[in-house]
Protein backbone atom coordinates (compact mmCIF):
# COMPACT_ATOMS: atom_id res chain seq x y z
CA UNK A 1 0.00 0.00 0.00
CA UNK A 2 2.33 2.56 0.79
CA UNK A 3 4.27 1.91 -2.56
CA UNK A 4 1.22 2.34 -4.15
CA UNK A 5 0.95 5.78 -2.41
CA UNK A 6 4.16 7.05 -2.85
CA UNK A 7 3.69 5.79 -7.04
CA UNK A 8 0.22 7.97 -7.03
CA UNK A 9 1.97 10.97 -5.28
CA UNK A 10 4.92 11.09 -7.44
CA UNK A 11 2.60 10.75 -10.35
CA UNK A 12 0.03 13.48 -9.19
CA UNK A 13 3.80 15.70 -8.66
CA UNK A 14 5.27 15.18 -11.91
CA UNK A 15 1.58 16.29 -13.19
CA UNK A 16 1.49 19.62 -11.66
CA UNK A 17 5.63 20.00 -12.66
CA UNK A 18 4.52 19.62 -16.05
CA UNK A 19 1.21 21.61 -16.43
CA UNK A 20 3.15 24.57 -14.37
CA UNK A 21 5.70 24.23 -17.05
CA UNK A 22 2.93 24.50 -19.24
CA UNK A 23 0.78 27.14 -18.30
CA UNK A 24 3.43 29.56 -16.78
CA UNK A 25 5.13 30.58 -19.83
CA UNK A 26 1.22 31.48 -21.40
CA UNK A 27 0.48 33.55 -18.27
CA UNK A 28 3.48 35.30 -18.79
CA UNK A 29 2.81 36.07 -22.04
CA UNK A 30 -0.70 37.43 -20.90
CA UNK A 31 0.33 39.44 -17.61
CA UNK A 32 3.10 41.35 -20.24
CA UNK A 33 0.60 41.87 -22.56
CA UNK A 34 -1.29 44.17 -20.33
CA UNK A 35 1.71 46.28 -19.30
CA UNK A 36 1.83 50.30 -20.79
CA UNK A 37 2.73 50.25 -24.22
CA UNK A 38 6.88 50.67 -24.35
CA UNK A 39 7.08 48.81 -20.84
CA UNK A 40 9.88 46.27 -20.40
CA UNK A 41 8.21 44.06 -17.51
CA UNK A 42 10.53 41.20 -15.02
CA UNK A 43 9.01 38.17 -14.24
CA UNK A 44 5.31 37.16 -13.33
CA UNK A 45 3.62 40.08 -11.96
CA UNK A 46 0.18 41.28 -12.19
CA UNK A 47 -0.42 45.34 -13.67
CA UNK A 48 -1.06 47.83 -11.32
CA UNK A 49 -3.15 49.54 -14.32
CA UNK A 50 -3.85 46.80 -16.93
CA UNK A 51 -3.65 47.89 -20.48
CA UNK A 52 -7.05 46.21 -22.30
CA UNK A 53 -6.52 48.10 -24.99
CA UNK A 54 -3.46 46.39 -26.14
CA UNK A 55 -4.83 43.94 -27.58
CA UNK A 56 -6.73 46.18 -30.06
CA UNK A 57 -3.51 48.02 -30.92
CA UNK A 58 -2.13 44.99 -31.34
CA UNK A 59 -4.64 43.67 -33.71
CA UNK A 60 -4.90 47.18 -35.99
CA UNK A 61 -0.85 47.19 -35.95
CA UNK A 62 -0.80 43.81 -37.39
CA UNK A 63 -3.81 44.30 -39.71
CA UNK A 64 -4.81 40.92 -38.62
CA UNK A 65 -8.67 41.16 -39.59
CA UNK A 66 -6.94 40.04 -43.66
CA UNK A 67 -4.44 37.50 -42.09
CA UNK A 68 -7.60 36.34 -40.32
CA UNK A 69 -9.50 35.52 -43.07
CA UNK A 70 -6.31 34.24 -45.18
CA UNK A 71 -5.78 31.66 -42.32
CA UNK A 72 -9.11 30.17 -42.53
CA UNK A 73 -9.11 30.10 -45.99
CA UNK A 74 -5.94 27.86 -45.96
CA UNK A 75 -7.30 25.42 -42.72
CA UNK A 76 -10.44 24.98 -44.95
CA UNK A 77 -8.52 24.20 -48.32
CA UNK A 78 -5.88 22.01 -46.60
CA UNK A 79 -7.58 20.14 -43.91
CA UNK A 80 -10.39 18.28 -45.65
CA UNK A 81 -8.43 17.52 -48.56
CA UNK A 82 -5.56 15.94 -46.32
CA UNK A 83 -8.12 14.16 -44.20
CA UNK A 84 -9.56 12.54 -47.38
CA UNK A 85 -6.21 11.50 -49.10
CA UNK A 86 -4.72 10.04 -45.91
CA UNK A 87 -7.86 8.60 -44.68
CA UNK A 88 -8.33 6.56 -48.43
CA UNK A 89 -4.53 6.06 -48.31
CA UNK A 90 -4.24 4.57 -44.44
CA UNK A 91 -7.43 2.26 -45.77
CA UNK A 92 -5.51 0.58 -48.27
CA UNK A 93 -2.05 0.13 -46.75
CA UNK A 94 -3.28 -0.89 -43.54
CA UNK A 95 -6.34 -2.88 -44.41
CA UNK A 96 -6.66 -3.54 -47.76
CA UNK A 97 -2.87 -4.35 -47.98
CA UNK A 98 -2.81 -3.40 -51.40
CA UNK A 99 0.22 -4.80 -53.06
CA UNK A 100 3.46 -2.75 -52.04
CA UNK A 101 1.96 -1.73 -48.94
CA UNK A 102 5.30 -2.00 -47.42
CA UNK A 103 7.22 -0.38 -49.45
CA UNK A 104 4.66 2.37 -49.53
CA UNK A 105 4.47 2.75 -45.92
CA UNK A 106 8.50 3.04 -45.63
CA UNK A 107 7.99 5.90 -48.11
CA UNK A 108 5.69 7.66 -45.78
CA UNK A 109 8.00 7.51 -42.69
CA UNK A 110 11.03 8.55 -44.98
CA UNK A 111 8.92 12.09 -45.42
CA UNK A 112 8.80 11.94 -42.01
CA UNK A 113 12.65 12.27 -41.38
CA UNK A 114 12.79 14.97 -43.87
CA UNK A 115 13.79 18.33 -42.34
CA UNK A 116 11.32 21.17 -43.23
CA UNK A 117 13.72 23.56 -43.70
CA UNK A 118 15.90 21.43 -46.25
CA UNK A 119 12.91 21.44 -48.25
CA UNK A 120 11.78 25.03 -48.70
CA UNK A 121 14.32 26.29 -51.11
CA UNK A 122 13.35 23.34 -53.53
CA UNK A 123 9.24 24.38 -52.75
CA UNK A 124 9.82 27.84 -53.59
CA UNK A 125 11.34 27.22 -57.37
CA UNK A 126 8.74 24.37 -58.00
CA UNK A 127 5.95 26.77 -56.75
CA UNK A 128 7.64 30.04 -59.44
CA UNK A 129 7.46 27.39 -62.01
CA UNK A 130 3.66 26.35 -61.24
CA UNK A 131 2.62 30.13 -61.58
CA UNK A 132 1.54 29.61 -57.68
CA UNK A 133 4.24 31.94 -56.23
CA UNK A 134 2.41 34.95 -54.28
CA UNK A 135 -0.64 32.94 -53.86
CA UNK A 136 -2.44 31.17 -51.23
CA UNK A 137 -2.34 28.34 -53.47
CA UNK A 138 1.87 28.35 -52.91
CA UNK A 139 0.88 27.26 -49.07
CA UNK A 140 -1.91 25.36 -49.46
CA UNK A 141 -0.73 22.73 -52.16
CA UNK A 142 2.90 22.20 -50.18
CA UNK A 143 1.30 21.55 -46.80
CA UNK A 144 -0.84 19.12 -47.99
CA UNK A 145 1.87 17.30 -49.36
CA UNK A 146 4.24 17.87 -45.55
CA UNK A 147 1.20 16.56 -44.02
CA UNK A 148 0.82 13.15 -46.06
CA UNK A 149 3.68 11.29 -44.17
CA UNK A 150 2.05 11.23 -40.06
CA UNK A 151 -1.36 11.82 -41.75
CA UNK A 152 -1.03 8.67 -43.39
CA UNK A 153 0.84 6.50 -40.40
CA UNK A 154 -1.65 8.16 -38.38
CA UNK A 155 -4.75 6.50 -40.13
CA UNK A 156 -3.12 3.84 -41.33
CA UNK A 157 -2.26 2.97 -37.23
CA UNK A 158 -6.05 2.59 -37.35
CA UNK A 159 -7.28 0.50 -39.70
CA UNK A 160 -4.34 -1.65 -39.51
CA UNK A 161 -5.78 -2.35 -35.85
CA UNK A 162 -9.26 -3.06 -36.81
CA UNK A 163 -10.68 -6.39 -36.75
CA UNK A 164 -10.74 -8.38 -39.62
CA UNK A 165 -14.26 -10.25 -39.08
CA UNK A 166 -16.00 -6.81 -39.55
CA UNK A 167 -14.72 -6.64 -43.51
CA UNK A 168 -15.21 -10.65 -43.97
CA UNK A 169 -18.95 -10.13 -42.75
CA UNK A 170 -19.49 -6.67 -44.86
CA UNK A 171 -18.08 -8.90 -47.74
CA UNK A 172 -20.50 -11.58 -47.44
CA UNK A 173 -23.76 -9.56 -47.30
CA UNK A 174 -22.28 -8.06 -50.83
CA UNK A 175 -20.17 -5.19 -50.18
CA UNK A 176 -18.07 -3.73 -52.56
CA UNK A 177 -14.67 -1.53 -51.57
CA UNK A 178 -16.44 1.33 -51.35
CA UNK A 179 -19.29 0.45 -49.50
CA UNK A 180 -16.60 -0.76 -47.12
CA UNK A 181 -14.75 2.15 -47.07
CA UNK A 182 -17.61 4.71 -47.06
CA UNK A 183 -20.36 2.73 -45.17
CA UNK A 184 -18.40 0.68 -42.10
CA UNK A 185 -14.62 2.06 -41.49
CA UNK A 186 -14.98 5.96 -42.19
CA UNK A 187 -17.68 5.54 -39.18
CA UNK A 188 -15.54 3.56 -36.98
CA UNK A 189 -12.48 5.86 -38.09
CA UNK A 190 -14.39 9.42 -36.93
CA UNK A 191 -12.23 10.03 -33.78
CA UNK A 192 -8.64 9.70 -35.18
CA UNK A 193 -9.90 11.46 -38.03
CA UNK A 194 -11.52 13.85 -35.86
CA UNK A 195 -7.95 14.37 -34.19
CA UNK A 196 -6.24 14.02 -37.04
CA UNK A 197 -8.14 17.39 -38.72
CA UNK A 198 -7.55 18.84 -35.11
CA UNK A 199 -3.67 18.44 -35.51
CA UNK A 200 -3.54 19.33 -38.96
CA UNK A 201 -5.81 22.94 -38.50
CA UNK A 202 -3.04 23.77 -35.59
CA UNK A 203 -0.64 23.29 -37.77
CA UNK A 204 -1.71 24.85 -40.92
CA UNK A 205 -2.97 27.89 -39.00
CA UNK A 206 0.50 28.32 -37.06
CA UNK A 207 2.50 28.16 -40.44
CA UNK A 208 4.78 30.88 -40.64
CA UNK A 209 8.07 30.10 -42.77
CA UNK A 210 6.43 28.85 -45.18
CA UNK A 211 3.75 31.56 -45.65
CA UNK A 212 7.04 33.77 -45.25
CA UNK A 213 9.10 32.60 -48.06
CA UNK A 214 6.52 32.26 -50.14
CA UNK A 215 3.99 34.36 -50.12
CA UNK A 216 5.21 38.54 -50.09
CA UNK A 217 1.81 39.52 -49.40
CA UNK A 218 1.29 40.10 -45.85
CA UNK A 219 -2.48 39.66 -46.08
CA UNK A 220 -2.19 36.71 -47.62
CA UNK A 221 -0.12 34.75 -45.11
CA UNK A 222 -2.03 33.00 -42.26
CA UNK A 223 -2.12 34.61 -38.40
CA UNK A 224 1.77 33.74 -37.37
CA UNK A 225 2.44 36.13 -39.88
CA UNK A 226 1.11 38.98 -38.23
CA UNK A 227 3.90 39.16 -35.74
CA UNK A 228 5.95 40.20 -38.69
CA UNK A 229 4.12 43.61 -38.68
CA UNK A 230 6.15 44.15 -34.91
CA UNK A 231 9.57 44.09 -37.17
CA UNK A 232 11.11 47.32 -36.68
CA UNK A 233 10.27 50.46 -34.13
CA UNK A 234 7.21 47.44 -32.89
CA UNK A 235 9.98 45.02 -32.27
CA UNK A 236 11.13 46.42 -28.82
CA UNK A 237 7.25 47.29 -27.77
CA UNK A 238 7.01 44.05 -25.49
CA UNK A 239 3.10 44.62 -24.31
CA UNK A 240 1.90 45.52 -27.94
CA UNK A 241 4.54 42.18 -28.88
CA UNK A 242 2.95 40.04 -26.15
CA UNK A 243 -0.75 41.25 -27.06
CA UNK A 244 -0.14 39.89 -30.86
CA UNK A 245 0.59 36.80 -29.78
CA UNK A 246 -1.95 36.23 -27.45
CA UNK A 247 -4.27 37.33 -30.56
CA UNK A 248 -2.44 34.48 -32.99
CA UNK A 249 -3.12 31.67 -29.90
CA UNK A 250 -6.07 31.96 -29.11
CA UNK A 251 -8.12 30.39 -31.83
CA UNK A 252 -5.59 27.58 -31.48
CA UNK A 253 -6.06 27.48 -27.60
CA UNK A 254 -9.77 27.39 -28.49
CA UNK A 255 -9.98 24.53 -31.02
CA UNK A 256 -8.00 21.99 -28.19
CA UNK A 257 -10.49 22.99 -25.29
CA UNK A 258 -13.49 22.66 -27.34
CA UNK A 259 -12.19 19.61 -29.22
CA UNK A 260 -10.32 17.95 -26.73
CA UNK A 261 -12.69 15.04 -25.79
CA UNK A 262 -12.01 13.88 -29.60
CA UNK A 263 -8.16 14.29 -29.06
CA UNK A 264 -8.28 12.35 -26.15
CA UNK A 265 -10.34 9.72 -27.33
CA UNK A 266 -7.99 9.17 -30.64
CA UNK A 267 -5.01 8.65 -27.99
CA UNK A 268 -6.77 6.39 -25.75
CA UNK A 269 -8.04 3.77 -28.67
CA UNK A 270 -4.53 3.64 -30.12
CA UNK A 271 -3.43 3.15 -26.77
CA UNK A 272 -6.12 0.13 -26.19
CA UNK A 273 -4.85 -1.10 -29.41
CA UNK A 274 -1.33 -1.01 -29.15
Do not use: C
Not at 65 to 73: D, E, I, N, Q, T
Not at 128 to 133: D, K
Not at 265 to 273: E, F, I, M, R
Amino acid sequence: MRVARRELYAGRALLIALVAITVLPFLSIFTTALYPSGAVPTGLSWPADPQWGNFVEAFKIANMGPLLASSVFIVLAVVPVSLAISTMAGFAIGLLRIPGARFLLLLFIFGLTLPFEGIITPLYFLARQMGILNTRFAIVLPLIGLFMPFAVFWMRAHFVNMPSEISEAARVDGATTWDLFWKIHVPLARAPMASLGILMSVWAWNQFLLALVLVEDPSQRTMAGGLGAFQGHYATDIPLLSAGTILILLPTLMVFILFQRQVITALLQGSVKG
